[in-house]
């Protein structure tokens, strides 16, 4: 059975290479910014968000495309308010002084589809604490890290340097990566499309 993965994230290609699958990438043709922009007008909570937009990403795919097709959001919520990608490394270093010292989730939604209608569907929610550090290791920090930081929600990627950020992580390691990469291997091996 063919499998699909409507992303072009590099991390979850990783992930999922690194598990053994075989399957194909074809991207999802949709406009993020503008369904977030529909979803918080609608009223949708940040997991509802991640959870609706996974789908429009396997759906749109699904649609012109056979097999099982995965479509995969994350958003990060931190109180009350979401963060999205750094536009800039301006914005990285601001999104790091906001979480500082304080815990985050990372709403991490996962939804197959097949012949454009959705057979599974996922959400875990990690639980991530910052340390409390000072401007000049967010400076440092960036200067290492570089433009890296903008690939991401939180501007950090926990399995590299943005390890550092952190005092303490609750939750699936990778659903903070960005893809809840064991249900979903489960769902697979149900549908008959990995070995038992």
């Known amino acids: 059975m063919t499998i699909v993965l409507a992303s072009g994230s ?25 369904a977030k922009a529909e979803f918080r007008v609608a009223g949708l909570s940040p997991a509802e968000q991640a959870k609706a937009l996974a789908e429009l990403k396997a759906l749109s795919v699904s649609a012109r495309r056979a097999g099982l097709v995965i479509g995969a959001d994350q958003m990060l919520a931190l109180s009350d308010e979401t963060l999205d990608k750094p536009r800039d490394l301006d914005e990285a270093r601001l999104h790091l002084q906001r979480m500082r010292g304080r815990t985050h989730e ?9 012949d454009g209608d959705v057979v599974w569907r996922c959400l875990q929610t990690p639980k991530l604490k910052m340390h409390d550090f000072s401007d000049a290791f967010i400076d440092s920090y960036i200067a290492r890290a570089g ?8 501007a950090y990627q926990l399995e590299g340097l943005g390890a550092q950020l952190f005092e303490r992580v609750e939750g699936d390691y990778f659903s903070v990566l960005g893809l809840p990469l064991l249900p979903l291997l489960a769902f697979l091996r149900e549908r008959g499309a990995l070995e038992q």
């Open 10 to 34: 590099a991390i979850r290609r990783k992930m999922l290479l690194a598990a053994g699958l075989l399957f194909e990438v074809d991207p999802a043709d949709v406009d993020e910014s503008a």
């Open 106 to 114: 990372l709403l991490c939604a996962a939804v197959v589809a097949k």
């Open 147 to 154: 433009d890296a930081v903008l690939a991401s929600v939180g």
